[in-house]
């Protein structure tokens, strides 16, 4: 039976999602159309996000999303999960700070360049250095996702919360670049989070052929305005704690 259900899921999400999408995208590029400054084309990679979502049994919740839709700045998040930026996506249009190779993957890397992604290559100093300077110049109408942790914490790494890396932040502070905060969650967890050594294919079988409903919880926090003055470190730390306490309550309240 759950061979079943997630050989279906995939041929829906192929057909429909994927298919349907493509063809889409491909003549929206075209419509002037906005939505609170945000290209139609952005809004609509969030609806084929939200409808693969639905299709996979995955429940969002936010319960505060204005806090989301009024901010123009970084937004930075944990990343525990492959599903972390279409759940994003999903509550509206935001754009990443992504792996160059991401930009060749077919569909997602279109939909990525489609709402505004910067891309990086991790192992080119040159292009780390673009990066940072394309990040410093960005336009906010659609805010910019970064992962302070730098890689995805798997589900049996032993941290609640990895340590962040001071970079993002010492462009926050550079350019006086507000910073919300937000902790992403799921319950039950290991349905979409990996292990060590595991691949985004097995992990999303597993996902795809699970026979309940997983639920996406995203929760902003209090936005940081960041000052010249402000030790990037110290900024790093602050806001480490604030969404490690909310990680780890959230563990405590499941189990």
Not at 35 to 53: D, T
Not at 111 to 129: N, P
Not at 206 to 231: E, F, L, N
Request: a positive charge; one cysteine or more.
């Amino acid at each position: 039976m759950n061979y079943l259900r997630g050989a279906f899921r995939l041929a829906t999400m192929f057909i429909v999602v994927i298919g349907l999408g493509i063809i889409s995208l491909f003549f929206l590029q075209w419509i002037p159309y906005k939505r609170h400054g945000i290209p139609f084309k952005a809004w609509f990679v969030g609806f084929l996000a939200k409808s693969a979502l639905w299709v996979c049994g995955i429940r969002l919740v936010c319960e505060d999303k204005a806090a989301f839709y009024k901010h123009k700045g970084f937004i930075f998040t944990n990343h525990v999960s492959y599903l972390d930026i279409i759940v994003k996506v999903a509550l509206m249009p935001m754009r990443f700070l992504a792996k160059a190779e991401v930009r060749k993957m077919p569909l997602i890397g279109w939909a990525a360049a489609t709402i505004g992604c910067v891309f990086v290559r991790r192992d080119k100093k040159s292009s780390r250095k673009a990066a940072r300077e394309t990040l410093k110049t960005v336009d906010f109408t659609i805010p910019m996702v970064l992962y302070p942790e730098g890689t995805v914490n798997r589900i049996d790494s032993g941290e609640d919360l990895k340590p962040f890396r001071v970079g993002a932040f010492e462009i926050a502070v550079e350019n006086e670049t507000p910073i919300l905060p937000a902790t992403i969650t799921y319950e039950p967890s290991y349905v979409v989070r990996l292990t060590t050594g595991e691949s985004n294919l097995s992990g999303a079988w597993r996902m795809v052929s699970h026979p309940g409903r997983v639920t996406a919880t995203i929760t902003p926090h209090p936005i940081i305005v960041p000052t010249a003055a402000d030790d990037p470190q110290l900024l790093a730390d602050h806001t480490h704690q604030i969404m490690l306490n909310e990680v780890q309550q959230h563990a405590q309240l499941t189990g």
